[in-house]
């Protein structure tokens, strides 16, 4: 019982001196309000495709499903391309460079998407700029984490991540409650900002303010700091980006072979990839199919509705789980989770009314969270630390590739199925695979 009072005053003995810090406050500050942008621009891109399709007098649900899936192809496809790469080219490339230009970068493409998507009523057009704006992301936000050793010394990079993270987690649960707010605010063609019907578009407008805020705050802040840094490492030319990335792609390759070795031979890493397989399905699934029926019903702002209810019940289980998890069996703990979400999947399928909505999706973010920690506690107790790093890598290398492949499958069954139908089935299958998981486990020495 004397633990949590020494870590919550190591906590704030590394946090106070990294607040004290003028430039990585004014940092943290402009990165929080960056990634308020990036949830803003889900949001404002879901709006955009409810605007189009929920107005439809027949098959709205499944056009709109559909049209999510190939989103949810757009926004994990930067990662399954280039994750392997990003890394290398920043460590590679002036990191304050990377991070002006890519902000600018996304500033300018968020405001394209409203003029295109009204110029040409051309979703793939859409998609194909907003592929630009997440594969920016994936480089920004890797020169981001990157850069934070030089902004604040080797000795305070624990603070320094912590305030990081706090600020993170605000601001993308900011992001989603009012993003749907504003992408749904009437009162944005009140003031002539935008035209009735249109109000989505100010979600891009405020988008692309958010990255301009951030390109500020860095120059400044750069500037500042520009006698103390260090100069970029080696240039490189395009034959040695394209070589890089060649290699990138093999060695990825090559890490997946060595993941798959390892689970074939340990139970435990068998689960956990079992376990990232039957959350991704069931991801894609909510995603793919219960973001329109909720905009059927409340327009996008339901969304950052149900968004923020689910995010806060992941943080009342986040605490709990995590004082309490260590007396339980995990995976047994994170079968059970997936038990009840299959079963809230297959409740918010036969449900309409926000009243009884409102606490499935709490419940659904109460069960998430044992998952979620549990499936990295386990590969923390059983991977050896030489190939750990490798193997999460892989693993969230694969979620995003799965991720794309289930969303695109399912949007593509919307064509046979009705939404609701679909939703209730997949929720159906994760229960039976969780009880079947349940049997099964019991044969093995799963911790």
Known sequence: MQVCPVRAETQRSQLLPVIRMPEFLLFAVSQAVSLFGDKLDYMALLAMIGARFLQMPDGAEQSAAQAISFLSVVVALPTILFGPLAGILVD???????????????????????????????????????????????FFNTARVSIIPNLVGTDKVLGANSLMNLIGRVATLLGVFFGGLIVDWQGWSRLRITSPGREWTAGFYIDALTYLISVVALVVIFRRLADSWQRPQTRLTVGDEARLFIDGQSRMLREVRELWQMVS????????????????????????????????????????????????????????????GHRTRKHRVMLVSFMVLGMVAMALAT?????????????????????????????????????RGRIFSTRDWLLHLFFAVSALVIGQLT????????LFAIGGLVVLVSIAGLIITSRFDIP
């Open 92 to 138: 590679r490339w002036n990191r304050r460079r990377v991070m002006v230009v890519c902000d600018s970068g996304r500033a300018l493409l968020v405001l394209l998407i409203p003029l295109l998507a009204l110029a040409t009523r051309s979703l793939p057009l859409v998609y194909a700029v907003a592929f630009g704006v997440f594969l920016l992301g994936l």
């Open 265 to 324: 031979r340990d139970p435990t890493v068998f689960f956990v990839n079992s376990a990232v397989c039957l959350m991704v399905l069931l991801g894609a699934a909510v995603f793919v199919l219960y973001i329109p029926i909720i905009q059927s019903h409340m327009g996008t702002k339901g969304v950052g509705y149900v968004g923020g209810i689910g995010s806060a019940g992941l943080v009342v289980s986040s605490l709990f789980f995590g004082a309490l």
């Open 351 to 387: 449900l309409k009314g926000f009243a009884l909505m409102a606490p499935l999706c709490f419940l659904a973010g109460l069960a998430l969270s044992p998952i979620n920690i549990g499936m990295d506690t386990l590969l923390h107790e059983v991977v050896p630390e030489s190939v």
């Open 415 to 422: 064509h046979f199925f009705d939404v609701y139908h679909l």
